[in-house]
């Protein structure tokens, strides 16, 4: 069956030990991204940084979606969740300026994860997998963009939030683009990293084997529910961690944070790097986003119908991810020329 | 008296737009088994055919008439060229009919423009029902949405046509065995699915905004409609439209819409946990 290959297949299991060529592009885009500020302004610098904390929220879906065969439309909810959280404590509690940041992440991710929690219980030990679960988890976005709408008092409604307070962190103060340019780099490379460690090790194992055959792994004796759940909740946390983040270095939060739409663009940053991969998963969004801005800029219209588009040549053209199209053609091409 | 009347006709009304709406989502991902993400579009498509037909000088009622039958035609179109790949892979087939769906919303905006359009329906004014004061046209879609529901009951239990989907559905290699040509029976079955919708949105388009989209609106509750009242059954299309029209009518009495209609999704979630394949399984 040709699905959108969630890797740690057996053959892709075999070759973690050589490099493959994303890890090295990964390297290669880490060191870019080290030595980066001297050569930009401060603006580009800030647009990195966001598509940076954007990578972090794709790789949090990678790591659900990735290894669990088990598609999340709704992760925008999380992100939304962090970023709306951060918004609301740091602007309606009142704190001490010191404490706001913290706080405002700590709100953020606990929301994130207690929603999780709560829909993740429901749903996952009620059995709900596969398709059905992408449809509550797309009502669950379609749910909190109602509310992000229409609880104006809270959340301001259509227009959000503006003036959320810039991080800070007991003396550390990352109000500056340098700053949170590195702050970011440094979250990402070592949720990359981590992540990387734990889905190559042991839980990666076990989340393919239930992907694989669930009821097998639980008559072994491992509680598929819980470490199901467990996933989804560290995945909605990741994500509400890089909204949260993303909310105060913009400075505003809108509903299009917590939106259909972005939750669709995330499952595309996840599809173009080839899902399962993590570190495809950043490059993806680094690439797609470049991309996302010259294609809008031409006119409104164009973005939703190039995602149209791209959805349906992902499934009938390259369902690998397309790193894994190139590749093959690279393949059937040289085998052409030994033939020749 | 005087309000539980209106009261009940809002019910039943609501109750009759999402019957009418899930029941070709019903065909198609009930039966079928094919997650159609565009189910909305089709909707928003035979709004749209009013728009069209009204604008081009005709009246509500060919629109009716025309709505399903470009429905009809796109769906058909539809199947051909994406959903017959993808059958057996949920995961596929939800990424292509959500591109499909942005795709034809984009479409329907260069077409007609972002702005809501204008419809009319077919006649205006109340009519004196036990005392209490209700419009017309709400009548009216009650009485259709019930004709069309047992229409197409009879449809699927007593007729050859409704044999053939039942038989390619349960087992394809054995109905094909028995010369039933499977390719072109589920090719008509998801076309009947788009041709349903389009006649929902036919019907709601005089209700509500008609904009390119008006369709998600309809797509997370509908599937829950389906999920709720249990997959692969008629029956349970009612049950679930009853459910979740009911409890939403009887809320948006004390709560603001947006916020019963969120909390109506939430209780189905709940629902989900502890009756998995809905309250009236096929």
């Known amino acids: ?340 | 008296m005087q309000t539980a009347i209106p009261f009940l006709l809002n019910m039943m009304t609501l109750i009759g737009i999402l019957l009418i709406v899930s029941m070709g989502l019903a065909i198609i991902f009930g039966l079928m088994n094919v997650i159609n993400l565009a189910h909305g579009e089709f909707v928003t498509i035979g709004a749209f055919t009013l728009v069209a037909v009204q604008a081009a000088g005709g009246s509500f009622w060919l629109a009716l008439l025309v709505g399903p039958l470009v429905g009809y035609c796109i769906g058909l179109m539809v199947e051909r060229v994406l959903i017959a790949r993808v059958y057996g892979n949920p995961l596929h087939a939800i990424l292509v009919t959500w591109g499909l769906s942005l795709i034809i919303q984009q479409l329907l905006v260069l077409t007609f423009g972002a702005a809501p359009q204008r419809v009319t329906g077919p006649f205006e004014g109340a009519i004196d029902l036990f005392g209490a004061t209700y419009p017309a046209y709400r009548l009216f879609l009650i009485g259709l949405v019930m004709t069309v529901f047992f229409a197409t009951i009879v449809v699927f239990k007593k007729t050859n046509f409704g044999l053939n989907v039942r038989a390619a559905i349960q087992n394809g290699e054995m109905a094909a065995v028995m010369g039933v040509n499977v390719e072109k029976v589920n090719a008509r079955a998801f076309a009947s699915g788009a041709a349903m919708a389009a006649l929902a949105g036919v019907l709601l388009a005089p209700m509500t905004a008609v904009t390119a989209y008006m369709g998600v609106n309809y797509l997370a509750r509908s599937f829950f409609v389906v999920l709720v009242g249990g997959a692969g059954s008629v029956a349970g299309v009612a049950a679930g439209s009853s459910f979740i029209g009911g409890l939403e009518t009887a809320l948006s009495y004390q709560i603001p819409t947006t916020v019963a209609q969120a909390l109506v999704l939430v209780m189905a979630i709940v629902i989900l946990r502890f009756r998995p394949n809905g309250v009236l399984p096929a």
Request: some cysteine.
């Open chain 1, 1 to 340: 069956m040709t699905i959108i290959q969630p890797a740690g297949s057996a053959m892709m299991r075999r070759t973690t030990r050589t490099y493959r060529p994303s890890t090295v592009i990964a390297l290669i885009m880490l060191a870019a991204l080290i030595i980066l500020p001297l050569f930009v302004k401060s603006y580009t610098l800030s647009t990195y940084r966001d598509i940076m904390l954007l990578s972090l929220f794709a790789l949090s879906l990678d790591i659900f979606w990735g290894r669990t065969g088990i598609l999340s439309f709704g992760h925008a909810t999380f992100f939304g969740l962090g970023a709306y959280g951060m918004a609301i404590a740091s602007i309606r509690f009142g704190l001490e300026p010191q404490w706001v940041s913290l706080v405002g992440l700590l709100f953020g991710v606990g929301v994130a994860v207690l929603v999780a929690l709560c829909v993740g219980y429901f749903i996952l030990y009620g059995g709900v997998r596969g398709a059905y679960f992408t449809i509550v988890t797309l009502a669950l976005t379609l749910i909190a963009n109602q509310i992000a709408i229409g609880w104006s008092s809270v959340t301001g409604g259509d227009s959000g939030l503006i003036g959320v307070p810039p991080l800070s962190i007991f003396d550390f103060d990352f109000s500056g683009t340098l700053s949170s340019y590195y702050l970011a780099l440094g979250i990402l490379a070592v949720s990359l990293l981590v992540a990387l460690r734990l889905m190559h090790g042991r839980l990666g194992l076990l989340l393919t084997a239930i992907q694989d055959n669930e009821t097998k792994v639980r008559t072994l004796g491992y509680p598929t529910q819980r470490i199901l759940l467990l996933t989804f909740v560290s995945s909605a946390a990741m994500a509400g961690f890089a909204g949260a983040l993303y909310a105060s270095c913009a400075g505003f939060v809108a509903p299009d944070q917590i939106a259909l739409l972005l939750s669709t663009e995330v499952i595309i940053w996840v599809a173009v790097g080839g899902s399962g991969t993590l570190t495809g998963a950043v490059i993806g969004t680094f690439v797609v986003w470049q991309l996302q801005q010259k294609i809008s800029s031409m006119s409104v219209a164009a973005w939703p119908l190039a995602i149209g588009t791209f959805f349906i040549l992902l499934v009938l053209v390259f369902p690998k991810g397309i790193p894994a199209f190139v590749l093959d053609l690279f393949k059937r091409w040289n085998r052409g020329g030994v033939a020749r």
